[in-house]
């Protein structure tokens, strides 16, 4: 048996005879680890009924244990929290809250649900915890639905002096309902680092609400407080959304509460890309949302390490229309998602978590400078987070696209993404965006993120942009000598053979 240090903890993993290790052939079922065993009763009980999803599901963990991961928003979750989705949980419906359901039969259910709340609660110092939302987006949609039921349904009701929506006159449910129609939002700018459900005309947000936008300084690529001060003053929002998907520097949440109070806004934050820096205590005071937000959305399967879904914490004033998400805005709560939601938030209030945290931001901190050494310009000139945004443009003469293909090429997955002002649009940017929160997972250090700022560094010189069919110049094709792809593929999985994913796992 051999110790392996992993990301979640330090398993115990049969110890593979070199001629297994050559061939491939199967461990014998006694010496495999409870994980292959698991896994492997598990993929011949779906292989029985379709195999083509069994070898899918092999093949997937096969290309993520050979990828070099650098995808911001992406991570690994850990065999528990994995192992905790797949059960029949998944079969049972119980819309409502823990307590409150509209079917019977809900009592694990409840269970789980109220075990992941209170991690929330417990790990954000949140005063309640929202844990059904199925992603981000539909976290964002709560968030929208229970600040437009508090500030405008709500007052309305009031006012009429009926308890329900339904006992409104038809006059009076036609004002209201142009009322919500009225409703201000202020976000960050796309290029600036923003999501698109902070209020942009192709999601539904931008349709919901009459949207502005604030941005960066054009002088630092910092976010501009005063700048977005104006604007909330002159616009006077609804809402004012902090939180991005692509700046890579500290979010004051204080000033953002500070504007927001002055122009009678709600604050809400949409830490999706950030909340496992929350939780593992490296934003802190001014930079933790959770104290300063009235209402605070999150992915839970990017820094924060867990099942894919969503989430939402809030103050009290808004806990009676947060819970009410299901069924205003979301389908029924996927149980068995919540069970693994209550594994991860768990696992991240573990000591070791804060560690995690801390050497995300490290890692992507060495990896910047490692690129800037080597002549890379990187918007604001560095990062203070998880994520950097290297202009490809302006440093090695490509488009985002043209820079993610030859990555790719190259064994590096990462994806394009806009810098403030690009000159290239939001489909073929200028921008390549990296993050550390995978790698960190697998184990990977300072020393091996330089090694990956010289890879990205050795591709994205080699590459070229390349022309269409007709012989133009194109935005999208580029050129890069198979055998530079070839040889930084290679260096690329030397790099990872030191740090096994998942190695736990054998699925022989
Ligand atoms: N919010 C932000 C800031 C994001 O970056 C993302 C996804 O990348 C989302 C929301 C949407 O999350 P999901 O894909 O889980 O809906």
């Known amino acids: 048996m051999n110790e392996v240090p992993c990301a979640w903890a330090t398993v115990t993993v049969p110890t593979r005879p070199p001629e297994a290790r050559m061939t491939q052939q199967p461990l014998s079922s006694e010496s495999l680890s409870r994980e292959s065993t698991a896994y492997r009763a598990a993929l011949d009980v779906v292989r029985a009924v379709e195999p083509r999803v069994a070898e899918a599901i092999g093949q997937e963990l096969h290309d993520q244990r050979e990828m070099l991961k650098l995808i911001a928003s992406e991570n690994y979750a850990s065999p528990a929290t994995l192992l905790a989705m797949g059960n029949w949980f998944s079969d049972k419906y119980a819309e409502g809250t823990v307590g409150r359901r509209f079917y019977a039969g809900c009592r694990n259910v409840d269970t789980v649900e109220s075990l992941a709340a209170d991690h929330a609660k417990e790990l954000f110092g949140a005063r309640h915890a929202y844990v059904q939302p199925h992603s ?54 796309l290029d600036a680092g923003g999501h698109l459900t902070h209020g942009f005309r192709p999601n539904i947000s ?25 604007t909330a003053r002159e616009f006077r929002p609804l809402i004012i959304v902090a939180g991005y998907s692509a700046y890579p520097r500290l979010v004051n949440f204080r000033v953002m509460r500070e504007i927001a109070d002055e122009v009678d806004a709600t604050l809400m934050v949409d830490m999706a890309h950030f909340a496992g820096l929350v939780a593992g205590k490296v934003l802190t005071g001014d930079f933790d949302p959770v104290p300063h937000a009235q209402i605070v959305t999150t992915t839970t399967h990017k820094s924060l390490r867990g099942p894919r879904g969503g989430m939402v914490l809030c103050d009290d004033s808004l806990r009676d229309q947060v819970d009410r998400g299901c069924p205003m805005v979301l389908g029924g709560p996927l149980p068995h998602v919540m069970a693994a939601k209550a594994v991860a938030l768990a696992e991240a209030r573990r000591p070791e978590f804060r560690d995690y945290a801390q050497r995300i931001v490290d890692n992507a901190r060495a990896l910047a400078e490692g690129l800037m050494r ?10 203070d987070n998880h994520l950097t945004l290297i202009d490809v443009a302006s440093s090695y003469g490509l488009t985002g696209r043209q820079a993610e293909a030859a990555l790719l090429d190259s064994g590096i997955v990462t994806n394009r993404n806009a810098i403030p002002s690009d000159p290239n649009g939001a489909w073929y940017t200028s921008g390549i965006r990296i993050g550390t929160p995978a790698l960190t997972t697998r184990g990977l250090g300072a020393a091996e993120m330089d090694e990956i700022a010289a890879l990205i560094d050795r ?41 096994p994913l998942y190695p736990s796992i054998d699925l022989g």
């Open 136 to 189: 981000g987006i539909d976290a964002n949609l709560v968030a929208f639905w229970a600040i437009l039921a508090q500030r405008v349904e709500a007052p309305t009701l009031e006012r009429v002096g009926v308890r329900q929506i339904n006992d409104l006159s038809e006059s009076d449910w036609a004002e209201l309902r142009a009322a919500f129609g009225n409703q201000r939002m202020l976000g960050m700018s």
């Open 206 to 230: 931008g349709k919901m609400f009459e949207q502005r936008s604030y941005g960066t300084d054009p002088a630092t690529g910092l976010l501009d407080y005063e700048a977005l001060r104006a």
């Open 374 to 383: 080597r002549g890379a310009t990187l918007v604001t000139g560095g990062t």
């Open 459 to 499: 591709v994205l010189t080699a590459a070229e942009p390349g022309t269409t069919a007709k012989g133009a110049p194109s935005k999208a094709q580029h050129v890069l000598e198979p055998k530079v792809a070839e040889e930084i593929s290679r260096r690329a999985a030397d790099l990872l053979a030191g740090f």
